[in-house]
């Protein structure tokens, strides 16, 4: 994949938490001049039971680069679960490549992460993982 003279860093995000929590470095990101900071929405952003995440981050000032579909059914059963994350990597893979993203930054542990992490490790871009999720005894992103 060839480099321009600014390296495109494609932050996925699915919860306003973890966007909070990296609020400060997507703020030097989108400061650096070297790097253009790219964002895709994706899970508990689109759900409006949610707080209207996608909004929010608008009305914040954010620029959405991609949104990505996650079903609100995902949590009806395990399989369900499966199809929908498969759906959202391959979903994520076609945004990465149209966005021609260099690095995927993903935080911890949810499967909207999971998601990203794998479309962008299987589509040869680097993958950073900050924080790897606080612990949810019985859930399946604790595994």
């Not at 909070?20 to 790219?38: F, N, Y």
Request: aromatic share 4%; net charge positive.
């Amino acid at each position: 994949m060839p480099q321009s003279s600014r390296r495109r860093i494609c932050f996925v995000t699915g919860t306003r938490a973890e966007f909070g929590l990296m609020h400060t470095v997507l703020k030097a990101i989108e400061h650096h001049p070297k790097l253009d900071l790219q964002i895709i929405a994706t899970g508990m952003h689109l759900d409006p039971k949610h707080g209207g995440g996608v909004r929010s981050l608008r009305e914040a000032g954010w620029k959405i680069d991609a949104i990505v579909e996650w079903p609100r059914d995902s949590g009806k059963s395990a399989t369900v679960n499966a199809i929908n994350t498969a759906n959202a990597t391959a979903s994520l893979a076609k945004s990465f490549e149209k966005l021609r993203s260099e690095v995927v930054v993903v935080v911890g542990d949810r499967v909207e992460a999971f998601a990203a992490a794998t479309a962008g490790h299987l589509s040869h871009r680097v993958v950073a993982h900050v924080h790897g999720g606080d612990r949810a005894l019985g859930q399946v992103d604790d595994a």
